[in-house]
């Protein structure tokens, strides 16, 4: 948070199979013991309680509930990478790499356009079963009093707000509700509340299937070709196989959409080839210093603290690191790279 002179961050270890959380933290806090002004309007906790539109990161869910409806089959299909337009609105990409490009490749390459593509031909109905799916229609499930409350848009059943949902926009959640979605992606499948306890292996709840087992394992080696080969290699820690998606949005500051004031998120799970834990961060308004290159977005923010974060818990969770393993990715591989 100091490195980015932003105004606050959040983060959260989040074990994939239980849901117990292993550690959270939000900045700025405060000492109770300290008498005087605790510039009470940045003192919350963002981790459960701070509701933000996380940008980029659920694209990797979008596309997950695209393969499991059987809207995306062929991971090698061409998509249309161009401007989309609908009505008098537009949706672009930042970075275009071309007119066209696969799914993976989206991904990789954190395109709007595609995702909006495959959200739209998703449809309404559907998307908005994902989020419930995921129980973002309801506050986070976790044994704490400050929870928010997800903000939806008026109006999600309009193609334009779909399709934009799909890529982040539009819909408020916290970053308590991503660690939960993201376990689910990368485990198999299996949605779980996350808890404060520590569980014994019997009162592990069943939880709730919410992705197909084969869509889990697509994902599993999509998240890790963000992080080898697209935004989230600043995350990469070398033996520990991060995988990840970044997210930038810009803030909603009384209504309307911030031009200087962005939320960036880095939502992950390690190790890909049999993932453990979730690992997620959320920087508050960062600033562009000498630290982040002076840019704002995830990849300069976020991503740089899991790559930080993961060497340093990843040996006391009990995950050593294996310059050897990694999850194959060979199958896909070709398909961002454009060869075999």
Same mark, same amino acid.
């Given at each position: 948070m100091l490195a980015t002179n932003a105004i606050g961050a959040a983060g959260i270890v989040l074990d994939v199979d239980t849901g117990e959380v292993l550690a959270m933290a939000s900045l700025p806090e405060f000492d109770p013991n300290v008498v005087g002004p605790s510039g009470a309007p940045n003192v919350f906790n963002r981790a459960t309680n701070g509701t933000y539109e996380l940008g980029s990161t659920f694209k990797p869910l979008t596309v997950a509930a695209a393969l499991d409806a059987g809207v995306v089959s062929d991971l090698s299909k061409s998509w249309d990478a161009r401007t989309v337009t609908v009505g008098p609105r537009r949706i672009t990409d930042l970075h275009p790499k071309g007119d066209v490009l696969n799914v993976p490749q989206a991904l990789v390459y954190s395109s709007n356009t595609v995702t909006a593509?495959?959200? %739209?031909?998703?449809?309404?109905?559907?998307? =908005? =079963?994902?989020l419930v799916n995921l129980s973002m229609d309801k506050r986070p499930e976790i044994e704490l009093y400050a929870r928010g409350k997800p903000i939806?848009?008026? %109006?999600? %059943?309009n193609r334009h707000t779909n399709m934009v949902i799909g890529y982040g926009h539009s819909?408020?959640?916290?970053?308590l509700h991503l660690a939960n979605a993201y376990a689910a992606m990368v485990n198999g499948g299996i949605w779980r509340p996350a808890t404060l306890q520590k569980l014994a292996p019997a009162d592990v709840p069943r939880g709730k299937r919410v992705f197909k087992a084969s869509t889990s394992a697509k994902m599993r080696q999509m998240l890790r070709m963000i992080s080898l080969y697209g935004t989230g290699r600043s995350a990469d820690a070398p033996g520990y196989r991060v995988g990840g998606k970044t997210g930038s949005a810009e803030k909603v500051i009384d209504g309307r959409y911030s031009k200087t004031k962005i939320i960036s998120?880095?939502?992950s799970a390690f190790p890909m080839d049999r993932p453990r834990y979730v690992v997620v961060?959320?920087?508050d308004e960062p600033r562009g210093t000498l630290a982040s290159s002076f840019q704002r977005t995830a990849a300069f923010t976020a991503a740089p603290v899991v790559g930080k974060l993961v060497p340093r818990i990843g040996p006391m969770l009990g995950v050593r690191p294996d310059t050897n393993r990694d999850i194959d990715i060979s199958d896909l591989k070709y398909l961002v790279e454009g060869r075999r």
């Open positions: 593509r495959v959200a %739209d031909q998703l449809g309404a109905e559907r998307m =908005q =079963q994902l939806w848009p008026a %109006d999600p %059943d819909l408020s959640v916290t970053p998120t880095f939502a961060v959320t920087v």
